[in-house]
């Protein structure tokens, strides 16, 4: 009821509740549709209800900013609907959607083929996009009625989804020729496994996505995944850096990876001319790039020319074959060790 009036100059309004108030009905939190804020522009609410119609809200017009976090089943609104809603939003420049509860593959496949989507959003001042869910049913759905020529920032998040397909972020991505990058880097850590691209000069990675999950082997399964959806895009990147830090995994739980998705996810780096290892992927990459019968020295990484090791020089030396090889073929690469 605080905010059933008129205030005429209001243009930020963030509306998180309380830690107390986590027993609180969501279905109960709504913005009034009297409330009246004609200048307002970045709207953030955590856990609100949503009416289920074309419009969000009558002041949302002229929104730059909307951030809608949804940590319960009641306040869930269907992709259809969040289109509907930014289509009435032409001036949006950032969209960051986030659920925090699992909304089944099958339960939005059924949706949408009760609630077919048939318009097409266009929003040219996009130029932030974050999504955060369980399911890329969703996200997918959103991204392949999208068009945002500007966009420069994407974040692309999932919690332990064992498979998962993006053929439409793929496609999102060719589209937005403001996503440029230099950079590539894997990051396999205790909860996630991260790929983000950046580009040289700048702090922000232009392109991120995120997999939550604990175990390796899925880790490594997801990256390959991942490469397989978007490698075409991922060539352009000249340098790669693989990272890991997973102190609770034993090398015998990582030395059963099998040598072959690693061999997948660096052919899709093939421009790349400097890859660095970082935090206890040597024995991997090692493995990986060791020639085995019938295999050619330029099959992967052809355009390689400076492979960098955070390593003694006796884990190091697992390497030597591969350069050795590359040497033979008139396309020697330089090793480097850093601490």
Known sequence: MEIDEEFPILEYLIVIPSESAEDV???ALMLPETLQAPNLRHLTLYNFACPIRPRL??????????CLTIDHPSTYFQPNILLQWISFMPQLETLV???????????????????PITGHVTLPNLRLLSFQGVSSAYSEAVVRQITAPR?????????????????HLAQFMNTAENIRFDNAR??????????????PGFRTFPFRIIVGCEHYDWQVSFVVQICNA?????????????????????SEERRGID??????????????????IQNGLVEELSRCLRLEDGELPLELLPELQELRV???????????SFIDARQNAGRPVTLKLFA
């Not at 809200?57 to 909307?66: K, Y």
């Not at 396999?188 to 950046?198: G, P, T």
Request: charged letters at 20%; a neutral charge.
């Open 97 to 115: 959607i986030m659920f925090t509860f699992p909304v089944p593959k099958r339960d939005v496949l059924r949706q949408l083929t009760h609630t």
């Open 57 to 66: 809200h009558p002041t949302a017009a002229n929104l730059v900013t909307l």
């Open 25 to 27: 009905d969501s279905a």
């Open 230 to 250: 978007l490698g075409q895009k991922f060539s352009a990147a000249r340098h790669l850096t693989l990272a890991c830090y997973l102190d609770h995994q034993s």
């Open 186 to 199: 894997i990051t396999f850590s205790s909860s996630e496994i991260e790929v983000a691209l950046e580009f």
């Open 151 to 167: 966009v420069e920032n994407l974040v692309i998040q999932f919690f332990n989804q064992l498979t998962f397909s993006v053929p």
């Open 310 to 320: 955070a390593d003694s020089l006796r884990r190091a030396s697992a390497f030597t």
């Open 259 to 276: 040598r072959i998705e690693w061999r997948e996810i660096l052919r899709s780096f093939s421009n790349v001319k400097s890859l660095y």
